[in-house]
């Protein structure tokens, strides 16, 4: 499937991958260098959300949040597979990185799962108009540069809550902390993985585009501590990666509003979420709009940044391309924005 607030998109390669499958245990534990990614299952929305606090109203329809499922493969399937659209071969490595584990790679995309939830409500709630309230809590690592001394201490979904011993909330503070050194200096750095708070050390490195300026060679994303007015529960079905976040906020709003958003359709999409409500990219777009097509669904919404891979496997579905949660509900309630933002 389907990472956290921020203005830079989710970056190529493992951790846009990785965001878009579900996980399967059996999978990952084997020792085969490929796997396959091929349509996964489509959840509706309504009927794995529980809303407590408010009055929800009857929806009609259903909201579909697309999957990618991970699968093992042998020579003729991979074969097989460079000449499907709905059908991509990966390295192993491509799921797992170097120096991680596949128990890893599970925490992580389960982390971002849940946190996809609450970012969902959050967007939600603030659209409907009720009060959410988010403080700063620290810094997550999407990525990591692959020859940086980073990648050998830092993992995916690490959170950075200080440097040298003091305390960094967000992005800017990391920088302004890491360019206090110079290039080669060592840094302590303390993160939160899992459950455990740990120190790592490492070094930084020069700028690509300025040797001189000092970097730790991660990409990152603030991490708020989100309180809601109301109970959102949502049974993620062992799903892993942040990518149902604007299906889960759709859905919560349709619950929620006097509008009726879905009118009976069948509405299937994908796209991570923030909790300011922007749609952000997630991978596995074309194994999603197979997915969909496969549960019946009669239109597909999908971040802009990734139209143009939906658009071209589409057939005949139809698709919408949308930047924020507001955009998304326009689509689908506003003949006028839905011509604005299809596929021509």
């Known amino acids: 499937m389907a990472s956290l607030p921020g203005s830079r998109s989710r970056p190529s390669g493992a951790p846009a991958i990785v965001a878009a499958v579900i996980v399967i245990i059996g999978v990952l534990g084997l020792n085969i260098p490929y796997f396959a990614l091929a349509p996964g299952p489509a959840v509706n929305v309504f009927a794995i959300t529980q809303i407590t606090g408010a009055k929800t109203g009857p929806v009609h329809g259903k909201l579909l949040l697309t999957t990618v499922e991970l699968q093992e493969i042998r020579v003729v399937q991979a ?12 390295s192993r490595s491509t799921i797992v990185p170097p120096g991680q584990s596949s128990q890893d790679v599970q925490v992580h995309t389960a982390q971002e799962m849940s946190e996809s939830q609450v970012f969902a409500a959050a967007a939600a709630l603030r659209y409907l108009g009720y009060p959410v309230e988010t403080t700063p809590s620290g810094v997550r690592v999407d990525d990591v540069t692959a020859d940086a001394p980073a990648a050998s201490v830092l993992h995916l979904g690490d959170t950075i809550i200080a440097v040298d011993g003091a305390t960094v909330r967000t992005a800017t503070q990391l920088r302004g902390a890491v360019e206090r050194h110079r290039v080669g200096d060592a840094l302590s750095l303390k993160v939160i993985r899992g459950t455990q708070t740990i120190e790592v050390r490492t070094k930084t490195i020069g700028r690509p585009d300025a040797p001189s300026d000092p970097i730790v060679g991660i990409l990152t994303t603030d991490v708020p501590d989100v309180h809601l007015p109301l109970a959102v529960k949502i049974d993620a079905l062992g799903i892993g990666g942040p990518s149902a976040g604007m299906m889960f906020a759709v859905g919560i709003v349709d619950l929620l509003s006097n509008v009726d958003i879905a009118r009976g359709r069948v509405i299937a999409g994908t796209g991570e ?4 409500g922007q749609v952000k990219p997630v991978g596995g777009v074309q194994e999603k709009v197979a997915g969909a097509k496969h549960a019946h669904a009669e239109l597909f919404l999908v971040p802009t940044a990734e139209s143009h891979d939906a658009c071209v496997v589409r057939g005949t579905l139809p698709v919408y391309a949308v930047d ?19 596929c021509h």
């Open 79 to 90: 074969i097989t597979g460079w000449f499907r659209s709905d059908y991509q071969i990966v």
């Open 273 to 276: 979420i923030t909790v300011d």
């Open 324 to 342: 924020t949660l507001t955009q998304a509900i326009q689509v689908l309630t506003d003949p006028r924005v839905a011509a604005a933002r299809a």
